[in-house]
């Protein structure tokens, strides 16, 4: 299409033309998931706040600063009596909860840990304080639908799929920008002319403002659907390498103490504190060892995880090295993927840009919509004579 | 008068705005990931910008 209402429209050279298509295609087939995506991401920016306020739960004592932490063995005793017959998989101390240690207990060690329950204990008085179940919680149904929509890994890979496409609609986006904007001056808003007019220029004016955010928001989001791949990259290779002597060992019968474990990590360690312990036999470490993950103090080193293995029969370490690249750079997508690096504010701030996303795929859907079916009778006689030259770029 | 038509823009003239607040955008993404304080201001200030012209320009009176 290069005319509409006797202007030329586009100089509809070859390249162009298939940067539009490019564009249409790759948008049509993702922008139903993206929006989805989009609303189910926005209350979880907030699911902290929102499941504070929707869900009772026991706080830790309040102590002053500088009181020491309970033993973790205690800790872990007390939350494993409320599960009898079960164990512990993993420790994890939460960011944004310092008082509370969190324990994921599963009926065995070789449960799938996603069907875990975590136990919260007080950092302090090693106490338990409760272990709500999730799985009912809206949060948890929007996670679900945000990372698989319920069908597991292939339903992860698949968003994966959608996000890529998503990524290429914003590039050939850039693209059909320019013959767009010909006649036109940044942030043109015709808001005398007809709907489709407007729209379009919501649609590329929110769009080229929004490009770095929408590609790295996107693209971290694509990176995150391939942890459980990143994960058996890392056991099969670092974790095999640095745990090749004891490849054919059992779980040892009885454990050596967790709290020594930690204790070890951090005397290798001594700049960084621990994040996370993987008992021996779950899926961050192997059979015979704790893997104490480490994180440092800054944004990006709290999220850059070291892990320590730890001998759990002698209680001695084993070895520490950094993380491969590919497991620093899932490390690195997670907080540029959900914008809780920079407080409260940047969380407000991602809620507006996704929102303005969300407007983004909805006038481009709008707008290609009626691009393919226009409307006959009065109302269209009244727009055609009048579709400037910007509506090429709605894809045709 | 931005709404006004020019005569037909370079892809400079068109991109350049764009770029520069892309250019900001990454910027802003970045910096609060590299430390706290300052850090997260400068980053606040920077997403903030593209929201900011969105909403200018779509509640900017008309001036023909």
């Known amino acids: 299409m290069n005319r509409v209402g006797g202007r030329i429209v586009i100089s509809s050279t070859k390249p162009l033309r298939r940067w539009h298509w490019v564009h249409k295609w790759s948008s049509i087939v993702c922008t139903a998931f993206m929006l989805m995506l989009c ?3 926005l ?25 020491p ?35 994921s207990i599963g009926p065995t060690i070789n449960a799938n840990p996603v069907d875990n329950r975590l136990a919260r204990v007080d950092v302090h008085t090693g106490a338990f304080l409760d272990s709500p179940d999730v799985t009912g ?6 996670l679900k639908l945000h990372t698989d929509m319920f069908a597991g890994l292939p339903g992860k890979l698949f968003l994966g799929v959608m996000g890529i496409l998503f990524c290429v609609a914003v ?25 489709i007019v407007r729209w379009l220029d919501v649609h590329n004016l929110a769009g080229i403002l929004l490009v770095m955010w929408t590609l790295v928001v996107g693209f971290t989001g694509v990176i995150n659907t391939w942890a459980d791949l ?21 779980i040892p019968a009885k454990l050596s103490s967790v709290q020594e474990a930690v204790d070890v990590a951090r005397k290798t360690i001594p700049h960084m504190q621990a994040a996370f312990v993987a008992y021996p036999g779950s899926i961050f470490t192997s059979k015979s060892h704790y893997a104490v993950f480490m994180r440092g103090d800054t944004p990006v ?15 001695k370490l084993t070895d520490s090295r950094d993380m491969p690249w590919f497991v620093s750079a899932l490390f690195l997508s997670q907080p540029l993927h959900f914008g809780d690096y920079g407080g409260m504010p940047l969380k407000v701030i991602w809620a507006l840009l ?40 709605v894809p045709s | 008068m931005i709404a006004s038509r020019p005569a037909r823009q370079s892809l400079r003239q068109i991109f350049l705005a764009p770029l520069v607040v892309g250019l900001l955008s990454t910027v802003g993404l970045v910096s609060a990931l590299v430390g706290d304080g300052v850090w997260d201001g400068v980053s606040w200030l920077a997403l903030l910008l593209p929201i900011l012209l969105y909403t200018g320009f779509l509640l900017r009176p008309r001036r023909d």
């Open chain 1, 39 to 41: 609303i189910t991401g």
């Open chain 1, 43 to 67: 209350p979880l920016i907030f699911h902290h706040e929102i499941d504070d306020l929707l869900h009772e739960e026991v706080k830790a004592s309040v102590v002053p600063e500088g009181t």
């Open chain 1, 69 to 103: 932490q309970a033993n973790l063995d205690r800790a872990v005793g007390n939350a494993l009596a409320k599960f009898p017959g079960q164990v512990p998989h993993f420790l994890i101390w939460d960011r944004d909860e310092p008082d509370a240690l969190l324990v």
């Open chain 1, 137 to 142: 919680r809206f949060t948890y149904i929007m």
């Open chain 1, 171 to 195: 590039i050939s986006g850039i693209v059909v920008y320019a013959p767009a904007m010909r006649k036109l001056k940044f942030g043109a808003y015709r808001s005398e002319r007809p709907r």
């Open chain 1, 230 to 250: 990143v994960l058996k990259a890392w056991q099969f290779g670092q974790l095999a390498e640095m745990t090749a002597q004891y490849k054919d060992r059992q």
């Open chain 1, 301 to 315: 080193t709290s999220r850059l995880l070291k892990p320590t293995l730890i001998d759990a029969e002698t209680g």
């Open chain 1, 354 to 393: 996704d929102i303005i996303t969300i407007v983004i795929l909805w006038t481009g859907l709008y707008l290609w919509l009626r691009r393919r079916k226009p409307r006959t009778g009065p109302a269209a006689r009244r727009t055609a004579p009048s579709s400037p030259a910007g509506t090429s770029a």
